[in-house]
């Protein structure tokens, strides 16, 4: 390792830190995908209704597909929202699980989506790499899918076609089924099938079938009425049973409820809305039925700002907003009954239709269920539990998983929130985009980080105001995030200007200023301006001392620092000594397997190498 210095960004509390992450690999995660064979009964099909009915001609469909082991089959269902795509797909791959090895469904609604879906992949497969950056674990699975066939990958919700591009050009056999709400657009290799609304005989049976499983009992007539005054659409069907089942309620009095939300109530729009406008009938009239408690309303309304699929226990048992955790659980459990949402028995993960969120996001005078209030608040209670959700530290490996887990709910939160956001919205995700876009330079996921760090500092001088310290972080992690992309011409004039307003506004001797002296001088460094770094290293070094004392971490980051710049410069006799002393407290302060001591150790052994070799 070659002499380098530590940078320091603020953290997602007042402070700002000093490291430089090492990951250090057990010797079995350094296996090449190509060795890597699939494990059995590897499967993530997510959970679905146990009645399935008709399709036939689809599921007939997907069998024929082409079964040439040499080339990749990418067949891809579109169609309405709500229409079933998903579930067809999986009843078809849940019925062909012993052909295929593995079985990987991704939620692929955007890039992010996708990338993170390939990263859980790739710790499926081979556990021990999980301590990689996920850039680097998106491309091990990759790499896997185009050297091994007899697998089955679903790209569920794919909204534009130009995000899987890339992916299906890299991959020369294996299975492919997309989902996806786009009739065109798509690449040549894609083979499309649009699929429509249930036949009514099947939709009634569908029905019939979910009030039988409840223990109810309905008519044909009246489960044929039904069917029709929903459109035939299943995932409304599939909720009107799970309602007749639940309250045993009669068909005439659930007909005469849906008439009293008529269609015409729900505003018309583009191309789609009529399955909206659909489920929002059904919403209404399910909500109803939870008269005597409004937890589990609120609670959908909530969880409408997360991305549907697994949205774990961690996040959802804090959307209480002051009830206990066995009140949260149980107002799940309803919900669940009622099939507005679904539970992973296994994780507990809570899976709501894309369709369903759409409709408890969207206020409504006229609907108690959707008062404009009370979507505003359900927005602020599901920020307030992501931000509560968020591992402290983003640097340490194991909190990864987490943190993988959550970014999915975090790009949904702040996309659907963009159109509505209050002040107090905007301050609130400041924090949360901070804290996310931390972890995301920590992976390497740089232009992520930086369009988070952006959006942060633009929402924290409109509300806060340009002096206020939360602003000056902002200032200071974009400026972090442009260094680390190697584009100083943007991070250096930030960093003055995060200097500047700190001395001015914090001090000269508060912690965030000296680290903005230290990632001045670290920029000027990288950009081989050493006459410019030199001085403000020693100024960082001298004043940490001072402050911090001589033991502290930042402390020793300056320490070696500002040996690295003499090293840089060719002056071992300085820098030499100086690598020695941060080696030392290093050792005294962190530990001999500490990331700081194994940099400074690095450090330390080429100056010497270099120093010999004179």
């Known amino acids: 390792m070659t002499a380098g210095s530590i940078p320091g960004i603020a953290s997602t509390g007042p402070h700002a830190t000093n490291t430089q992450h090492v990951t250090v690999l057990p010797a079995e995660a350094l296996v090449a995908p190509e060795v890597v064979p699939a494990p059995a009964g590897l499967v993530n099909l997510p959970v679905r209704l146990r009645l399935f009915v008709g399709r036939e001609d689809a599921l007939g469909w997907l069998d024929s597909a082409a079964r040439d082991p040499g080339v990749v089959v990418v067949q891809a269902i579109h169609g309405l929202g709500g229409i079933g795509k998903s579930t067809l797909v999986a009843r078809w791959a849940a019925t062909h699980r012993d052909q295929h090895r593995p079985i990987w469904w991704i939620t692929a609604d955007s890039r992010a989506a996708l990338d993170a879906g390939l990263v859980a992949l790739t710790v499926a497969l081979q556990p021990a790499l999980a301590a990689l950056p996920s850039p680097a674990l998106r491309e091990w699975a990759v790499r896997w899918l185009a050297c091994h066939d007899g697998w089955l990958l679903i790209l ?11 992916l299906l050009g890299r991959l020369p056999h294996g299975r492919i089924l997309v989902t996806s709400r786009r009739a065109t657009g798509w690449p040549d290799i894609v083979t499309p099938l649009r699929l429509d609304v249930l036949e009514p005989d099947q939709a009634v049976a569908l029905l019939t079938g979910i009030v039988s499983q409840g223990g109810g009992v309905i008519d044909p007539a009246g489960a044929a009425a039904v069917c029709a005054e929903l459109g035939h659409l299943p995932l409304a069907v599939e909720q009107a049973g799970a309602y007749l ?3 045993r309620t009669t068909v005439g009095d659930y007909l005469r409820l849906l008439a009293q939300h008529p269609a015409a109530m729900y505003r018309d729009g583009e191309e789609g809305r009529a399955a909206e406008r659909t489920i929002a009938r059904v919403w209404h009239v399910t909500l109803d039925a939870f008269a005597d408690d409004p937890l589990p309303g609120r609670l959908l309304r909530a969880l409408a700002w997360y991305a549907p699929e697994a949205i774990p226990r961690s996040l959802w048992h804090h959307l209480g907003d002051g009830a206990g955790e066995p009140a949260v659980t149980r107002a799940i459990g309803r919900l669940a009954a009622y099939n507005m949402l679904s539970i992973d028995p296994a994780t507990r993960a809570v899976t709501v239709h894309r369709l369903v969120q759409a409709v408890a996001r969207t206020p409504d005078p006229d609907d108690p269920h959707r008062q404009p209030d009370d979507i505003t608040t359900a927005r602020t209670t599901a920020t307030a539990a992501l931000t509560t959700a968020l591992p402290d530290d983003w640097r340490t490996p194991t909190t990864w998983p987490t943190w993988r887990t959550l970014l999915p709910h975090v790009d949904a939160l702040v996309s659907q929130t963009a159109a509505h956001a209050t002040d107090s919205d905007r301050v609130a995700q400041a924090y949360l985009l901070n804290a996310t876009s931390l972890f995301l330079l920590n992976q390497g996921n740089l232009p992520h980080a930086i369009a988070y760090l952006k959006q942060a500092l633009t929402d924290r001088r409109r509300v806060l105001g340009n002096d206020h310290p939360d602003t000056l972080t902002s200032v200071n992690n974009l400026a972090y995030a442009y260094d680390s992309a190697g584009d100083l011409g943007q991070a250096i004039p930030l960093y003055k200007q995060a200097l500047t307003d700190r001395r001015r506004v914090l001090g000269n001797d508060h912690p965030d200023t000296l680290t903005s002296v230290n990632n001045l001088a670290s920029a000027y460094d990288s950009a ?47 820098a030499i000594p100086l690598f020695e002393q941060a080696l030392t407290g290093c050792r005294r302060v962190l530990g001999n397997d500490h990331p700081q001591t194994r940099v400074v150790y690095g450090n330390l052994r080429a100056a010497i190498e270099g120093f010999s070799s004179e």
Do not use: E
């Open 156 to 166: 569920d919700n794919v909204t534009d076609p130009a995000h899987i591009a890339d």
């Open 245 to 247: 089942a639940q309250t």
């Open 528 to 574: 081989g301006d050493l006459g410019q770094a030199i001085p403000l290293y020693k100024q960082a070094l001298t004043d940490r001392r001072r402050v911090l004392g001589n033991d502290h971490p930042d402390t020793l980051t300056s320490v070696n620092n500002l040996a690295s710049a003499y090293d840089s410069a060719g002056d071992l006799g300085q």
